[in-house]
C-alpha cells in the first residue's frame, strides 16, 4: 500500500508543472485526496483537495487561478497542474489520502502519505 508522487522538478518562475500521484495496493475511489508542501523552516500546509469522486475541491487562496487538482479513478492517480509558478511555491509536496472531507487539514488523521517530491522554482 503505497502512493508515490512525480513530476516535481525545477523551473523557472512563470512556468508550469503537473504533479501525479500514484496510488498502488488500495483504491483511491474511497478516500479524498490532497496535496500538502512544505517549504524550509515552515510548518506543512494543505494546498488543495478533492472528494472522492471529484465533485467538490477546494484550494488554498495563494494559489487559486494557478494550481487545479484532478483525480482519474481509473487510473487510481492524483494530480497537481500548477503554472505561473512562483519562487515562493518551492516546496516539498506531498499527496495523502483522507476518509472524511472534514478530516482534509489534520493531518494526523489521514490513511497514507507520500513520500514527497521537490518543486524548485528559481531563476
Known amino acids: ?20 500521484c500514484a496510488a498502488s495496493g488500495f483504491t483511491i475511489k474511497t478516500y479524498h485526496m490532497t496535496w500538502f508542501r512544505q517549504a524550509p523552516g515552515k510548518e ?4 488543495a483537495a478533492i472528494e472522492n469522486y471529484g465533485v467538490g475541491r477546494t484550494h ?16 487510481n492517480t492524483v494530480y497537481l497542474q500548477m503554472n505561473s509558478l512562483k519562487p515562493e ?26 513520500p514527497g517530491t521537490q518543486v524548485t522554482v528559481s531563476s
Open 89 to 114: 511555491d518551492t516546496a516539498v509536496y506531498y499527496c495523502g489520502a483522507v476518509a472524511k472531507w472534514s478530516d482534509i487539514r489534520t493531518m494526523e488523521k489521514y490513511y497514507l502519505w507520500g
Open 60 to 75: 488554498v487562496d495563494s494559489v487559486k487561478g494557478r494550481f487545479t487538482i484532478s483525480r482519474d479513478n481509473a487510473k
Open 44 to 47: 506543512r500546509e494543505l494546498v
Open 1 to 20: 500500500v503505497q502512493l508515490v508522487e512525480s513530476g516535481g522538478d525545477l523551473v523557472q518562475p512563470g512556468g508550469s508543472l503537473r504533479l501525479s
